[in-house]
């Protein structure tokens, strides 16, 4: 188990949040911490990493370690003691033939599903996910709106074709029929390009992306979630200091999806680094 080095300071108070034999710092104490290999989640990461040292743990950064085949591994064997993860994805990583799809009945599923030395904290409001979006001066509000229309474009990845909500999945839960156009960027600038110039109508994209910020484009609601709920959720060792699961379900609590849609703009508009990304958030808190 990972311990805390320092005294933990709030205000009007001083508690001691650590053991005597704590005080010494050493390597093997800090608690270390990972991120994927995307611009998002090491900011996220970067606002675990400093909420935590405000709170008096030691923290080492392995940050763009890669993608889940690379880190699950890593956490399993004690090397990462905590990453950013996301709900939906997480689960259908261990479990591919799931069938939950609401929020809550996601979380509670990933937290029977994960290994027994992890576990899920609070997840956050915010989803990083597949959506159908349309551009702000579209009158739909849901997916299921878009029913009815003629010669209706959707613009996303070739793959869609084979997902559980691709073209097929559209029509038969939302009878929502649409024209295909392959634009091959994952929900990147191509093809929110391609939306805000009307070439398409409705594109696959994630509702993280700082595209959707200014309200120009807009995720539609899924009442039937065709799509699997994912949102931002910290995957740790099951032997985190309760101290540091309480400072992270904290800023999990206010980690809505405005909150995550600003902090990204400011990485890919504003070019400002994770480092700085987070620590002007956590001191405006």
Sequence with gaps: MKRCLAALALPGIFLTACNAD?????ESDAITIGSQDYYSNEIIAEIYAQALEEG????????RTGQREVYLPE??????????????????????DTTAR???DVYEALAQAVPGDMQVLDQAAATDQDAFVVRGDDPARAIGDLAGR???????????????FGPKQLKEVYGVDVEFTPIEDSGGPLTVKALQAGDVDVANIYTASPALEDG??????????????SHVVPLATKDL???????????????????LLKLNSQSVNEQKNAETIAKEWLASR
Excluded: C, M, W
């Design 75 to 96: 956490i399993e064997r004690g090397a990462i003691d905590l990453i950013p993860e996301y709900s939906g994805a997480l689960l259908q990583h261990y479990e591919p």
């Design 56 to 63: 008096g743990f030691s923290i080492e950064r392995d940050y």
């Design 150 to 164: 003629e010669n209706l474009k959707l613009g996303a990845n070739s793959e869609i074709e084979k997902r559980p």
């Design 102 to 104: 609401e929020s809550q």
């Design 241 to 259: 200091d309760p101290k540091a699961v309480e400072i992270l379900n904290d800023v999990n609590a206010r980690l809505d999806q405005a909150t």
């Design 216 to 229: 120009q484009l807009r995720a539609l609601e899924d009442p039937k979630n065709l799509i699997i709920s």
């Design 22 to 26: 704590s005080v010494a710092s050493s």
